[in-house]
């Protein structure tokens, strides 16, 4: 039974591996954007530094932690490394570049050193990790709450141009997966966030579908008022044709 539950705990973390790897790849359209417009102007670069600021906290917390953090080490090394270079690729198309290097000067200097410098000096050895534990818990409904800031965009503009639907999609997958994974292994510290990941990205999708068939129909709308107006413009020709053609007939008289 216990080897069932074992086969089980890796399946959902490999699983979970794989989709979280999917979904750091999955802002790489939002990137073409940008390279595409040469600007970052209408995107944040907040989701990007929370998701560096979470990696880095579940990779010191499965350090701390030590026994069945294999996978969560692997995945979150990745993450790191991808996050930094999404940043790194922003701030060289940022109109305001020092907004976001505040915000990294903040949240990646300021807030992680001191979580690690407090937790290894004040806080004792045996609760170093319940610790850790639940400032990650945190953090990562900070991952997930950060894109609303764009699902609150996309409801004022009603506009899904600045929503990554693939973002939202793949963070709704593996919050499935890592809740699985967390609580096969009796860890709520990984389970719990993951409850409120799945509920953001399912908002996420929704509003997306909204928004995206309001889009059609506008598009649809807007090619009306041409037609209308070129149909004006022919009668006012034809109207000026006929006139033409009754002077000139007077004058021929």
């Not at 595409?36 to 944040?44: A, I, L, R, T, V």
Request: with cysteine; aromatic share 16%; hydrophobic share 50%.
């Amino acid at each position: 039974m216990a080897g069932f539950s074992g086969d089980w705990v890796l399946a959902f973390g490999l699983l979970g591996n794989i989709i979280s790897f999917m979904v750091y790849l999955s802002p790489l359209p939002t990137f073409y954007q940008i390279y595409k417009k040469k600007s970052s102007e209408g995107f944040q670069s907040v989701p990007y530094v929370i998701a560096l600021f979470s990696s880095m906290l579940w990779m010191y917390y499965a350090f701390l932690k030590s026994d069945n953090t294999t996978l969560l080490i692997t995945i979150n090394s990745v993450g790191c490394f991808i996050e930094t270079a999404y940043i790194s690729f922003y701030l060289f198309y940022a109109p305001k570049k020092v907004q976001t290097i505040k915000l990294i000067f903040v949240v990646i200097v300021c807030g992680f050193g001191l979580i690690v410098l407090t937790n290894q000096l004040v806080v004792k050895a045996s609760k170093r990790t319940h610790v850790v534990g639940w400032i990650c818990l945190v953090f990562s409904l900070c991952v997930f709450i950060a894109p609303l800031g764009i699902v609150r965009q996309v409801i004022r503009t009603k506009s899904v141009e600045y929503m990554p639907f693939l973002l939202s999609f793949f963070l709704t997958i593996s919050a499935v997966m890592w809740f699985f994974y967390g609580l096969l292994l009796r860890d709520f510290i990984i389970a719990i966030p993951n409850v409120l990941g799945f509920s953001f990205g399912v908002l996420q999708m929704v509003l997306y579908v909204i928004y995206k068939n309001a889009d059609k129909g506008e598009k649809k709308k807007l090619p009306e008022i041409p037609n209308k107006i070129i149909i004006l413009e022919e009668h006012k020709v034809q109207e000026l044709t006929e006139q033409i053609i009754d002077i000139v007939n007077i004058m021929h008289c």
